[in-house]
């Protein structure tokens, strides 16, 4: 029988990708084990309701496929399929679908400072391993953070970090690589018109080879 592929998940609006979000996934696949990282662009994140400023999905999606060209990482929109709103709700789905995969689920050390208050959030915790990946200027609050404090002593040792598919749950594990600063933010205030590029570009989803509309 084949082993279980390795895969890390990376959710966020990509709103643009850009190569932090690489640089932090290229990271992650060689400090994992990881077969490959699915970049999970979301329909919109529940907790950044009303952005004027966030492209649609489909340019959203186009920006994560370039921006993952020629590595290891498969951007989709499989929220849009799945009809599911909150994290935990398409954890649960995407391992029901995709039963055969071992998963992990990844995320800056900015998300672990408000992960308390995320929807279910200890659900995702009992779900699949985590790791938080350094991000600069977060580190300090992530550590005191009241999902640290829950965590407690299941907090994994960074040296452990391949081992992630033996773990039971919850387990955390930190790692630190050196961060590329960019952050979408910094990029669409650079570039303002960043998606009108994309705009008539047909995209086909990594994941479900789905055309995303």
Not at 169 to 192: E, G, I, K, N, Q
Request: aromatic share 8%.
């Amino acid at each position: 029988m084949s082993q279980p592929r390795r895969i890390g998940l990376l959710g966020g609006s990509f709103n643009p990708a850009h190569r932090g979000h690489r640089a932090i996934s290229l990271f992650a696949l060689k400090a994992l084990g990881l077969d490959e990282i699915w970049w999970l662009v979301t329909p919109g994140n529940p907790l950044k309701r009303g952005a004027s400023d966030m492209a649609s999905l489909p340019v959203r999606l186009a920006s994560a496929r370039k921006m993952a060209r020629r590595a290891r990482i498969r951007a989709t929109a499989i929220e849009t399929q799945l009809g599911t709103q909150y994290t935990a709700d398409t954890l649960e789905q995407v391992r029901a679908r995709y039963p055969k995969n071992d998963f992990i689920w990844i995320m800056g050390a900015d998300n672990l400072a408000g992960f308390h208050r995320w929807e279910r959030w200890r659900d995702i915790a009992q779900q699949m391993p985590i790791a938080v990946i350094a991000r600069p200027g977060y580190d300090g609050i992530a550590i005191t953070a009241p999902a640290m404090a829950w965590f407690g002593h299941r907090v994994r040792p960074r040296d452990q970090a391949r081992n992630w598919t033996r773990w039971s749950m919850p387990a955390l594990v930190l790692l630190r690589f050196c961060p590329d600063p960019r952050s979408a933010t910094a990029l669409r205030r650079a570039d303002p018109d960043w998606h009108h590029g994309l705009a008539d570009t047909l995209v086909r989803d990594h994941v479900t080879r789905q055309v995303v509309v």
